[in-house]
């Protein structure tokens, strides 16, 4: 009697789901929505970064005088090219994947094809041989050049673009989705326009979404298909539906009855909602399992280093100043887990590197 009780159990288990049920994440069936509980996320776990990339290389950034930077923001990445916003000071950079310097996109300045103040985001699209660049705010249009630096023409938008960041689709249309300020004029939250700059589609904002200033920030990967973005306004990552204007809410963190919520934003790649917790470390939300850890990363690639690296355009990334890429191999090398193969693979590494040089990118293509 009781080994045929035990046998039923354990299939009632294996058939709902019941036993031990990881508490650290809800999903709401009829939103899509899914809920991390922060506080009860306390297991951390390591990630071979081979497990979410195809490959990884090394990019070392052209040496010449007109290629150095100091890096200040995000990099656009293709398969191809690499573009990199710098600062109000510097033009947009455009390399090529193996970091040689290409050219410069426009100028700062006030003239036509130049900008006032830094590039907020970019999208480089290969087929089509065009670069878009969206400065950080106060200006209504898009600058389109191309993959020679050439300016080609200023895409007029109907309203003054706020830190915007794009989406560019398959169809090469582009989306905009910007930080929507407080006003007396409205603006869309997003806007999508055809590989010719017509408009094709625009979605008001809601009255929670708006914000007063720019001490808000809007943050887009575009690691998924879907334009998937999160402003630090509203406490939850969205996607953006192109095909039907709408956006649908995707995860959030619950931070219970927490007075002082951390600094966090949320990201997302294939397989998992990642929210970058400031001070904490980073938490992989599993799509499939419905659990969460913090996670580190190991760059198996390079001797087990374990440097937080980021996710953007399908890639993993990161841009060193060679003199802290030193430095990191180095703390990995006396680490006492650290084995005699990964310090031979360390030490090579760390023998081709000059301080004095340009700077140098760990670069990864995330699996789908």
């Not at 950034?61 to 656009?76: G, H, M, Q, V």
Request: proline residues 4%.
């Amino acid at each position: 009697m009781k080994k045929t009780l035990f046998i039923s159990l354990c299939l009632f288990s294996a058939l709902y789901g019941c036993g031990p049920k990881d508490n650290t994440v809800s999903y709401n069936e009829e939103t899509g929505l899914t809920v991390c509980h922060y506080s009860n996320v306390k297991d951390t776990v390591d990630i071979k970064l081979s497990d979410l990339v195809e490959n990884f290389r090394i990019v070392r950034f052209d040496n010449s005088p007109e290629a150095i930077f100091t890096y200040r923001t995000l990099p656009t990445i293709t398969d191809h090219y690499i573009g990199i916003g710098i600062t109000a000071s510097q033009p947009y950079m455009l390399f090529n994947s193996d970091g040689k310097f290409l050219c410069t996109a426009g100028k700062i300045g006030q003239g036509p094809g130049e900008y006032p103040m830094s590039i907020y985001d970019a999208a480089i699209d290969e087929q089509e041989q065009r670069i878009y660049l969206g400065s950080f705010g106060f200006l209504n249009k898009i600058m389109v050049y191309d993959l020679k630096g050439n300016f080609l023409e200023d895409r007029q938008i109907d309203y003054e673009l706020n830190k915007p960041k794009f989406e560019l689709g398959e169809d090469k249309s582009l989306s905009i989705i910007h930080l929507p300020i407080q006003r007396s004029e409205e603006s869309p939250l997003v806007s999508q326009y055809s590989k010719e700059g017509k408009l094709i589609a625009q979605l008001e904002e809601a009255p929670y979404f708006k914000v007063e200033d720019y001490n808000q920030e809007v943050f887009a990967y575009h690691n998924v298909p879907d334009l998937s973005f999160h402003l630090t306004s509203v406490d939850t990552l969205y996607h953006y539906i192109k095909s039907e204007n709408r956006i649908v809410p995707k995860f959030t963190l619950d931070f219970g009855a927490m007075e002082e919520k951390p600094i966090h934003i949320y990201n997302e790649i294939p397989g998992y909602y990642i929210a970058i917790v400031f001070g904490q470390g980073n938490i992989f939300v599993d799509k499939e399992k419905q659990q969460a850890r913090y996670v580190r990363l190991v760059n198996d690639y390079c001797g087990g280093m374990k440097v937080m690296l980021n996710f953007k355009d399908g890639w993993v990334w990161r841009i060193f100043e060679p003199g802290y890429l030193i430095k990191y191999i180095q703390d990995r090398m006396n680490d006492s887990d650290c084995t005699e193969e990964d310090r031979e693979k360390l030490q090579s590494l760390l023998d081709t590197i000059d301080e004095e040089d340009n700077n140098i990118m760990f670069l990864g293509k995330l699996k789908k």
